[in-house]
């Protein structure tokens, strides 16, 4: 009797790094391949002229394990897109907004050395807002069946979006007038680290921790 299944896959071979999704693959089609050469076979066609039918149905063996290559790579990014860039940019933009609305309204930030560039920022309102933000962002990704480092990017991408800023823009803050002193310079990127990045990933994750507790119980109650 014919083994479709190791013909599958020494013929497929390996398409794609998920090898429990490669199986599933090469299973399903000798399964289908299967079914077809026995109703061949049950209508009375020779065992070898049944085999080549049922081959001749693939086609080209490259040509669909590059097509399945593609449909696999096609569905990753849109997977992609749904769990990580669609949340991140509600998250970017519900966090935006609320600041916007904050600063536009005339609501004054909490500040520590005011009036000097070290000194560090708090717009209160929006902190305790942005729990909710990452709530969101988190639900967004955890929805789209993602999970781990991909809900926290969700949840966290205003902090982490002000992280790379200060990353890419503070070298060159030690660049510009050099009669600034250094230790200046360090203590006002720290306070707008502190202001930017720290507090509000915090209250971010605050919120992405959250609304993983409350995943929990509800399915708990299920």
Request: glycine share 8%; charged share 15%.
């Amino acid at each position: 009797m014919r083994d479709w299944h190791t013909l599958v896959r020494e013929r497929l071979g390996s398409t794609d790094k998920e090898q429990i999704e490669s199986e599933q693959i090469a299973n399903e089609l000798a399964e289908h391949l299967q079914e077809h050469y026995e109703k061949l076979r049950a209508q009375g066609i020779a065992e070898e002229l049944a085999f080549e039918q049922t081959c001749d149905q693939v086609g080209s063996w490259q040509g669909l394990r590059r097509g399945i290559i593609a449909a696999k790579q096609e569905g990753t990014m849109i997977d992609r897109v749904r769990q990580i860039w669609i949340p991140t940019l509600v998250t970017l933009l519900l966090s935006a907004a609320v600041l916007t609305i904050l600063i536009w309204s005339g609501t004054q930030p909490l500040m520590w050395h005011p009036g000097e560039a070290r000194g560090v920022i708090v717009y209160l309102p929006w902190l305790l807002f942005l729990p909710v933000v990452g709530g969101v962002g988190a639900y967004l990704s955890r929805r789209s069946q993602s999970g781990g480092w991909q809900v926290y990017v969700s949840g966290l991408s205003p902090a982490l979006a002000w992280a790379v800023v200060f990353v890419l823009v503070a070298p060159f803050g030690f660049l510009v007038n050099p009669a600034v002193a250094p230790s200046f310079k360090i203590t006002s990127i720290l306070a707008m680290i502190v202001s930017w990045v720290v507090l509000p990933g915090l209250a971010l994750a605050i919120g992405v921790v959250a609304q993983g507790v409350m995943k929990v119980r509800r399915a708990a109650r299920v």
